[in-house]
């Protein structure tokens, strides 16, 4: 079992209750939003941890309604374990405002998600500027390319997307002037991208034309999935 295998089913719940769901925006596993209801952030672990409740706190300056989300246990052995120890953990939890979840992936029938505690007002002081930025972040992205719970692996980032299509119209072309590319793909930053050029994907053949290199024909490769959402 992967922490990856418990994105699904907390995102469908959260769906079924009118939220707007993305995986991995700005480092927290899973955002949702929802009109007039404040942002949830879940954290998502195989077991119940102090990584996992350090992760929470961190989040509580972006949101009040932060929740950990761990595996159910599925064997009497671990159940055993678990019950000895669930009321110290939610005892824990309501100290620090935290929501718990316990999620069965592999559960077909009754409910995969089993919500123990929401989280009680609690108000450390907000970051206006990781606010700002998460809320970006997920607003600019396009759709939801990743999975909650992923690791040692690159996250299709906004910012990523616009590389992207700028990588996607110079792919038909030799060469492309800064202006033909903006045009082309909408992407504001086509400027930006193009002259910092973190991924190495562009190269400039004189001033203001640039070209796709091959490090950029590998990257169309490699997140060839998630170009259809991106080409308009």
Request: hydrophobic residues 35%; glycine residues 6%; aromatic residues 6%.
């Amino acid at each position: 079992m992967k922490e990856t295998d418990l994105y699904n089913p907390v995102k469908a719940l959260l769906v079924s209750r009118g939220y707007q769901v993305k995986a991995e925006i700005n480092g927290c596993d899973i955002v949702a939003s929802k009109n007039d209801v404040s942002t949830i952030i879940i954290e998502l672990k195989l077991s119940f941890s102090l990584e996992l409740v350090l992760q929470g706190i961190s989040r509580q300056n972006l949101t009040d309604d932060v929740y950990l989300d761990v595996l159910a246990p599925d064997t009497s052995i671990k159940r055993k374990n678990w019950r000895s120890r669930e009321r110290g953990y939610i005892k824990l939890c309501r100290m620090l405002g935290l929501g718990l979840m316990l999620v069965s992936p592999k559960k077909e029938r009754g409910q995969q998600v089993k919500t123990l505690l929401d989280p009680v007002p609690y108000s450390p002081r907000k970051s206006k500027r990781q606010q700002t930025r998460l809320m970006t972040e997920f607003s600019t992205r396009e759709g939801d390319p990743n999975t909650g719970g992923i690791n040692r692996t690159k996250i299709i980032t906004a910012y990523r997307q616009d590389a992207l299509r700028c990588a996607v119209a110079l792919s038909t072309q030799k060469k492309m002037k800064v202006a033909e590319i903006k045009t082309a793909t909408g992407v504001i930053r086509t400027g930006s991208i193009l002259q910092k050029n973190y991924y190495n994907w562009f190269e400039r053949t004189e001033r203001g034309i640039y070209c796709l290199t091959p490090s950029g024909k590998e990257g169309l490769k490699l997140y060839a999935k998630a170009l259809p959402t991106l080409i308009v």
